[in-house]
């Protein structure tokens, strides 16, 4: 099986060993004449653009969930999995568990000042309702661990979906799902139906004080409106890892904003040791010609 790996010029020499090694029986390139590949290995980056010579390949491979960057490229006709890996639902789950618990235990509120600040003692997490948007792969890993954790979570998804253990509504009950989060999780792909989900409106539905943590993708929020809401206190805190520009500008009004917290699109990698097995169980099966998994659903864009 010969495959061709499409991402920076980075990525090469930290997948390749791993990449090799889960599936030993496979010839990975950089280069060579297109038509001569079964598959390709695809992240952003990387300089396959048009995928049309590649007209005997059965699998693209992508190595990131968010498939936003490759879903709308109308050369690819070729099916496309995105990545489904134990190492990124671990990293998200701890991510999201980690800020919530931020905000939940109200970490910020201890300035080591000398004041003896014993007024406002948390709830117990049983007491803070938590909504996740988005109830995928990785949304499901976040509301087990903050359902582990003691919360209440409400999830939310297209097509409210029943998952074990959550309270699951459709997307047409969104409203209803902002109005109780305390803690907002954003988990959701960006495609034409999520862009600028999290309007003004949608933001003026969060209760007093709730917190934002959107490790999802940037062009869900309307970053003006974010920042009206949060100098009225709805949200109260945003935890933001994912922007409409990234790396986000230096002069963007979020770096400087009291209530914003960033971090550089870091909540969760993919890590080779656990993904590299995932792309070769998925190379296997479109060598001999059964189901590929995590297809990528073209008109819906995810
Ligand atoms: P996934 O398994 O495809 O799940 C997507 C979820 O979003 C599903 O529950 C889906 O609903 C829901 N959804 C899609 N469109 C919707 C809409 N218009 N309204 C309501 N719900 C909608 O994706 P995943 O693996 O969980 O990944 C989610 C996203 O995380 C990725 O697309 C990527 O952008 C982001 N991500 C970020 C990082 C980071 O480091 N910051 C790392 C990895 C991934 P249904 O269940 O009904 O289909």
Redesign the pocket.
Known sequence: MRVRFSARDDAWSEWAPALRAACPEMHLDRDGDPATFDAIIYAPGGDITDFAPYANVRLVQSL?????RIVGNATLTQPLA???DPG??Q??AE?CAGWAMRAHLGMDRYAQDGIWRNGQIPPLAAERPVTV?????????AAAMLTALGFPVT???????AVPGVSVL??AQ?DQALARAQILVC?????P??RG?LDADRLSRLPDGAWLIN???GTLIDDEALLRGLDRGRPGHAVL??FRTEPLPGDHPFWAHPAVTVTP??????RPATAAPVVAQNLRRAMVGRPLLHLVDRD???
């Open positions: 990131w969930a968010g498939v936003e995105r990545m489904v990124l639902r990293g998200m991510y948007l988005g109830m995928g792969e990785l949304g499901q890993a999830g939310v998804s297209a097509s409210g979906r459709p997307i969104l988990l959701l792909p960006d495609t139906a999520t989900l490790p999802g993708r890892d994912v699109h870091i909540a969760a990698e993919t819906r864009g995810y």
